[in-house]
């Protein structure tokens, strides 16, 4: 992500003559908004995918072989794979010049497009293997998130090890998407399960500290909606590679 995280863009936060109690008690409210808003988006995605599947409008993302079966993404289908990484790009670059509403508007954009791409899952996976893998991904996000707002340990140094792994990973995807290597394709899920897992107790710790920095000045909604759409992001991706890993697909 761009350096919206990067504790030189703003003065620290010096809550002057406040309590360990006063400042205990806004950290809280920092993070129990940034895990509103994660979860908000997170249902949002949800809600829209299941609906854009149910009604059929999913086969427009398709486009079709002779006999009626899905070849490929249609023309809308790779509009509808890319926008989201446009959104996305314009939230971390422009968080310096963009309103905290806009943020907030943007996010709600983010998790709606996606909804409309994860929709797809639907026609592959069958109803009962998402929803037994979205609950044990909501299961270890949430003790995995925990443990890293909990532990003392300092997870910075996870940081580069799990920035490279995600590097190795993509490069990995597109080397497979030419290939089409069935165990390299199960590498591939096993370890974006374990760095989506460490990148979520590692970035729940760095939105914490976060705190420290943004307080209470203009920056804190920013921050807040940053690290939704971090935790947001960690959460989707390691709930897409536990369904590939476990999910039961349709005949």
């Known amino acids: 992500m761009a350096n919206w995280q990067d504790p030189q863009m703003d003065g620290p936060y010096a809550a002057a003559g406040a309590s360990a109690e006063a400042r205990d008690a806004g950290l809280r409210s920092y993070m129990l908004s940034v895990y509103n808003y994660m979860l908000s988006g997170v249902l949002l995605t949800g809600v829209v995918a299941l609906l854009f599947a149910k009604t059929g409008w999913v086969q427009s ?36 010049r963009l309103s905290t509403s806009t943020l907030q508007t943007l996010f709600w954009v983010y998790a709606f497009l996606v909804g409309l791409s994860l929709s797809t899952i639907f026609v592959t996976y069958t109803d009962t293997s998402i929803a037994q893998v979205f609950f044990g991904t909501a299961a270890g996000f949430a003790g995995l998130s925990l443990w890293g707002y909990t532990t003392k340990r300092d997870l910075s140094g996870m940081g580069t090890f799990l920035i490279m792994g995600l590097i190795g990973l993509i490069v990995a995807m597109v080397v497979n998407m030419f290939i089409g290597s069935g165990p390299l394709s199960l590498a591939i899920s096993v370890i974006g399960v374990l760095i989506f897992a ?45 369904l590939r890993l476990f999910g039961s697909q349709r005949n």
């Open 198 to 242: 460490g990148l979520t107790a590692y970035d729940t710790q760095k939105i914490k500290s976060m705190y420290a920095y943004v307080g209470n000045t203009d920056m804190r909604g920013k921050a807040v909606v940053m690290g939704a759409l971090t935790l947001y992001l960690d959460f989707i991706n390691m709930f897409l590679f536990l």
């Open 61 to 96: 993302l398709y486009s079709l072989n002779e006999n009626g079966a899905p070849a490929g993404l249609s023309a809308l289908g790779f509009i509808v794979a890319l926008s989201p990484l446009a959104v996305v790009l314009t939230m971390n670059f422009g968080i310096r």
